[in-house]
């Protein structure tokens, strides 16, 4: 009997990977290419679009090797991207420039001018923070900086619109890559002239917005056979990595959180419409047309652990080095942690956020600063959920993926500070299975997103020490008041 399989293709910041699924969710194969970030100068942070498309169409070569698919029995591919990426394209799609990408901060003094302009304006229409992540704050440093590549560009796309366009020859962006760019009107669903005037471009210098089921078929005949696949295979447009990794973990529902911490983290919560927090303190990208996600991303998750790791100089694992900071009590021994030691996103929203120890005194151990770390780090995503309980009410269900959620001591730590239950699923190819699950619901095959719920592996659930939880509702307090009060050295 003919297998059918269905392709979850995730182009990150620093890989692409391909997940190979059957319609249950099972993995069969996967496969994974790194990809390069260059540095040029301070605070630029660019990759080439050219080795982006080769490394996702290599992943995509090799997990169907690796699962022995036939043309046949693969029914479709979901993509998920990155957000906030930025290319320049002349008038025949020819890249001018390099990708920016999200942790470009080269924008960050125009940004900080912009916020105490007309920044709350625009923000209140896109959902986008002002902050040197976002296309639209870049296409203004282009414009301040008569940056050459954008003063001769064509045309502006994302990493997912580049792709999908050598691939296709098809101009489209899905509404969430679309609404992360800061130049959607997220009630509209549509380009925000002021916006666009803002940044310097016209509309027809972007992509048609359309749904994450968007179907493209007819694949350049050179890549179908190089990837080894027919050129009537259809691709599902997807979302963005955010949304999809929600969706892959069944964070779908009112009042289901999911939270998402490797080197950097988030925590996202899908809402009806497009509500969006007046004071600037997270997002609102659509999804689909009557479906938005909120959230916060922080810069500073398992990268602020590796910080601390090469700075004591600490030789052994990541396990062995968490290891001694179970055997420290709540509270890291009076030391808080301020995590900005990579800038900061949500909820400062501030590039130039500096990390700080606080309490520091003699009788203090590695182990002391490794829990403070893990608690910063979780009092910080703590933080922002708090912003989104402004907007969607306290959760009723927290899930959570990534890197860090491999350490039981940090999901236990992040049990006592929400004072909730911690759900933990097996799988770490959640943005996968979220793009291949949209590609089902495209093709007819799934009927809706929340169907998806069906086909998740069981999670295991962490209980809260609610006698940790009050303690650490005290020492959250001090946490956000150190906050505030250096806010002003930044």
């Known amino acids: 009997m003919q297998r059918e399989l269905v392709i979850g293709l995730d182009i990150g910041t620093t ?38 498309e080769d490394a996702t169409a290599k992943a995509l070569k090799d997990s169907i090797q690796k699962a022995s698919a036939k043309p046949e029995e693969i029914l479709s591919v979901g993509i998920s991207c990155a957000m906030h990426s930025l290319i320049c394209l002349d008038d025949a799609y020819q890249p001018l420039s390099q990708m920016l990408i999200w942790s ?3 924008s960050s003094e125009l940004a900080e001018r912009f916020i105490h302009d007309k920044g709350n304006n625009i923000f209140s229409r896109t959902g986008t923070p002002i902050h040197p992540m976002s296309p639209f704050v870049k296409l203004m440093w282009m414009k301040e900086n008569h940056y050459e590549a954008y003063e001769k560009a064509a045309y502006f796309m994302t990493m997912k619109e580049y792709l999908l366009y050598k691939w296709f020859g098809e101009k489209v962006a899905d509404y969430s890559m679309a609404s992360s760019t800061g130049l959607m009107n997220v009630e509209k669903l549509d380009w925000d002239e002021d916006a666009l005037e803002l940044a310097g471009i016209r509309a027809d210098q972007l992509s048609k917005i359309v749904p994450p089921t968007e179907i493209l078929t007819n694949i350049n005949g050179e890549v179908a056979e190089e990837i080894g696949i027919s050129v009537d295979t259809p691709f599902v447009i997807g979302a963005a990595d955010g949304q999809l990794a ?4 069944g964070a779908i529902s009112p009042g289901e959180v999911n939270v998402s911490v490797g080197t950097s983290g988030a925590i996202r919560q899908f809402v009806k419409g497009a509500p969006v927090n007046d004071k600037m303190e997270t997002f609102t990208y659509a999804f689909t047309d009557d479906t938005s996600i909120i959230g916060g991303p922080t810069n500073n998750g398992g990268i602020a652990l590796q910080w601390l790791k090469d700075i004591i100089e600490f030789k052994g694992t990541h396990d062995e080095l968490v290891a001694g900071a179970a055997q420290v ?3 890291s021994g009076g030391i808080i942690f301020l995590p900005y030691v990579n800038g900061e996103r949500a909820p400062l929203w501030n590039g130039r956020a ?4 606080y309490g520091l005194d003699i009788a203090h151990t590695k182990d002391h600063l490794v829990r403070a770390v893990l608690e910063g780090v979780t009092f910080n995503i703590y933080q922002i959920g708090k912003s989104l309980e402004k907007i969607a009410g306290k959760p009723e269900k927290i899930t959570v993926n990534g890197g860090l959620s491999k350490s039981r001591l940090w999901v236990q730590i992040m049990a006592d500070v929400f004072g909730q239950e911690i759900y933990l699923s097996d799988t770490h190819h959640n943005a996968a299975w979220g793009a291949a699950w949209t590609a089902l619901v495209g093709i007819g095959k799934a009927e809706t997103f929340a169907d998806i719920k069906s086909s998740l592996p069981a999670e295991s659930v962490t209980q809260p020490n609610m006698e940790n939880h009050e ?3 005290e020492i959250y307090k001090q946490y956000e008041e150190l906050g505030h009060s250096i806010e002003k050295f930044f």
Do not use: H
């Open 15 to 52: 890989s692409a990977k391909s997940v190979v699924f059957d319609l249950k969710g099972n993995l069969i194969a996967e496969a994974e290419e790194l990809v390069e970030t260059y540095y040029p100068n301070p605070g630029w942070a660019e990759q080439s679009p050219k080795e982006v």
């Open 104 to 106: 470009d901060t080269r």
């Open 246 to 249: 929600n969706l892959g973990s």
């Open 329 to 331: 009590e709540v509270g």
């Open 354 to 357: 500096k990390g700080n120890f």
């Open 471 to 473: 303690k650490y509702k």
